[in-house]
């Protein structure tokens, strides 16, 4: 057995762990740590992490909040 996916996975942060040092700001580090952890999510259900980003913030400012489940990763549906 081998950890080879495993490694594939976490490459891309681990390869930018250097630049993480001039994000600026804890903050600046922990919208970095949300956004590696949507795209990521994206690419493991097999989304378009683009995709998924650009139709949740064009629809997320008139979207209900009772009905915000629609838009989470797992059950999220492209807007037609």
């Known amino acids: 057995m081998t950890n ?3 490694e594939r996975a976490i490459r891309p942060v681990a390869t930018a762990r250097n630049n993480f040092i001039f994000l ?5 580090g922990e919208q970095a740590a949300a956004m590696f952890t949507i795209i990521e999510t994206c690419k493991m259900l097999d989304l378009d992490p683009e995709a998924y980003l650009r ?3 064009a629809r ?3 979207h209900p909040i009772k009905r915000i489940a629609e838009i989470l990763l797992w059950r999220w549906k ?3």
């Open 55 to 57: 139709d949740v913030l």
């Open 78 to 80: 492209p807007s037609a």
């Open 60 to 62: 997320i400012a008139d």
């Open 24 to 28: 600026g700001s804890d903050s600046g």
């Open 4 to 6: 080879n996916a495993a």
